[in-house]
């Protein structure tokens, strides 16, 4: 087995055992910690695939925000040592019948279908590329999505703190 | 490093995949808010790796199936946050984050 195969096996075995455990974990702190885990997984897939940019965001906004967002509703909304109700059989067994099933559905599409993967010579994954394009209003520029997100990430900012602030008495 | 010879995007896919139902059946079993906060977060991020990895595979000379990631990374954020703010409120409301009490919209 070669270098990549080797570390791409690695990091698949930990993404499916950490997000099973996260999954299935009674205690709901370590449930969070075992998600990190699987999200720095993700990023180490990431930079694999050559996109260095997106492996470091998926680093600072998932592993840096997300997670210690969950962490800290957490600590605010239950007892540290109190331990999850164990799932019910009937919603188990759904849960169980309805992944299967799927997975089996997906499994075979995807091995079935024939990919031509393509040999054309790849872009380049540096910044300069990714910002031109990102803030670029030409033909393959992303100037429109990249100002709706912004609109967007402010009208959430806005939204949760008006949800969360306490009511005026 | 040339990945294609090395690893078939079918692998990808298909871990895509599996962690995708993991996280549809955090979303099942659990009555608790929160996690069903995080299977959604694992069902965004197996999304992300599809198109991360038809990014790379397939068009590796455009970089739609990147910012798509990011797009996606971007929204999650902003559901967490909001996600989050009204999970404080709820417990606030009802002192508990279990999606078996909290009904009283229900009926």
Do not use: C, W
């Not at chain 1, 331990?83 to 799927?102: E, I, N």
């Not at chain 2, 962690?19 to 965004?44: K, S």
Request: charged share 10%; glycine share 6%; proline share 3%.
């Amino acid at each position: 087995m070669s270098g990549p195969k080797i570390i791409f096996f690695i990091l698949a075995a930990a993404i499916l055992v950490f997000s099973v455990m996260s999954i299935f974990s009674r205690r709901i702190l370590r449930a969070a910690i075992y998600l990190l885990f699987v999200l720095v997984s993700m990023a180490g897939l990431y930079y694999m695939m050559n996109f260095q940019f997106l492996a470091a965001v998926q680093l600072i906004l998932y592993a840096g925000g997300i997670v210690v967002l969950i962490i800290f509703s957490i600590l605010l909304t239950s007892q540290i040592n109190s331990t999850l109700d164990p799932p019910r059989k009937s919603h188990l067994l759904l849960g169980a019948v309805t992944s299967v099933l799927g997975l089996i559905l997906g499994a075979t599409t995807i091995l079935k279908y024939s990919f031509q993967a393509s040999a054309s010579a790849p872009i380049g994954t540096d910044m300069r590329t990714i910002g031109r394009h990102l803030l670029g209003t030409g033909a393959e520029g992303y100037a429109l999505p990249f100002e709706v997100i912004t609109v967007l990430l402010l009208a959430a900012l806005v939204g949760s703190i008006l949800i969360a602030r306490k009511p005026k008495v | 490093m040339n990945l294609q010879s090395e690893i078939p995007l079918e692998y990808m896919i298909v871990l895509s995949t599996a962690v995708f139902f993991i996280g549809l059946v955090g979303v099942v079993i659990r009555r608790n808010l929160i996690t069903m906060l995080m299977g959604i977060e694992l069902m965004l991020n197996a999304v992300n790796i599809n198109f991360v990895a038809f990014n790379h595979y397939l068009f590796p000379h455009r970089l739609e199936g990147h910012f798509f990631a990011l797009i996606v990374m971007a929204i999650a954020a902003a559901e967490a946050a909001v996600a989050i703010a009204l999970i404080i409120n709820i417990y606030r409301k009802f002192s508990t984050v279990s999606v078996d009490d909290v009904d009283e919209l229900k009926y």
